[in-house]
């Protein structure tokens, strides 16, 4: 089997900095390199590069699993130089949690060897975060970013918790219940101000009839005193 030193050699890149370029024909499938470095935690890769500059896009970190990181700057080897594309001829596969970099095509001698990063996004990532990792591959659909997912992903709404939105729902229903009391109290008072209305109306109807009522009584006592006629 023809040794890895053999199917590539490392030296400048229009990529970025140092690139890994293929000097025979290597075919799809092809186990060309192991990502090597000194393997620590999250917490340990976090606090090495904590004072890293922000705008520095420079990474040898390669995520194994949710336990462990591959530091390429500490022990690393060539595999550290494969730069990122967006049209990449080469993958990372991690078996074994050992990291390999393989061949997802036939790739030609002179030809730079690529894979994507897919450097994950963070919640606290600064705003101006897909500036310093832009990508620079130069394929025609470069998507502009080394980061993954392409997009930011959209602010989460704040939702109301459960118990919370069942109380505002009661109060809610509360409250439109002594709006419909309210209303009827309302319509109470509308009715009874009509019915004593009603009642004045009749009362002051009433009052006009006795007075003519009386009128005729006095006129027939008058008569009567007279000597009118009897049946």
Same mark, same amino acid.
């Given at each position: ?14 990529v970025? *900095? ?22 620590? !935690? ?14 520095? !896009? ?8 949710? $336990?462990?990181?591959?530091?390429? *700057?500490?022990? *690393?080897?060539?595999? +550290? ?45 600064p ?15 470069? +998507?502009?970013?080394m ?56 009362a ?6 006795g ?6 009584? $006095? $006129? ?6 007279? *000597?009118?006629?009897?049946?």
């Amino acid at each position: 089997m023809t040794t890895s030193d053999a199917l590539y050699e490392v030296r400048r890149s229009n990529v970025h *900095g140092l690139g890994v370029f293929a000097t025979r024909r290597i075919a799809k499938g092809t186990r060309i390199v192991e990502y090597l470095g000194e393997r620590v !935690s999250h917490k340990e890769a976090d606090r090495r590069y904590e004072s890293k500059d922000e705008n520095d !896009s420079h990474t040898f970190l390669f995520i194994v699993d949710s $336990r462990t990181v591959i530091d390429a *700057g500490v022990d *690393g080897n060539d595999a +550290r130089y494969v730069n990122h594309s967006c049209d990449p001829n080469c993958e990372s596969v991690v078996e074994g949690r050992r990291v390999y970099i393989e061949s997802i095509r036939v790739i030609e001698p002179g030809t730079e060897l690529t894979y994507d990063y897919q450097i994950q996004r963070e919640d606290d990532d600064p705003p101006n975060i897909d500036e310093v990792f832009a990508c620079r591959c130069g394929f025609a659909q470069c +998507r502009g970013t080394m980061l993954w997912p392409t997009q930011r992903k959209p602010a989460r709404k704040k939702t109301t918790p459960r118990r919370k939105q069942k109380r505002a729902d009661k109060t809610a229903q509360r409250a439109d219940k002594a709006t419909r009391r309210t209303d009827k109290a309302g319509r109470r008072a509308d009715k009874a101000a009509k019915r004593a209305e009603g009642a004045g109306k009749r009362a002051e109807r009433a009052g006009q009839k006795g007075g003519r009522g009386r009128s005729e009584a $006095r $006129r027939r006592t008058a008569r009567s005193k007279r *000597g009118g006629r009897r049946r």
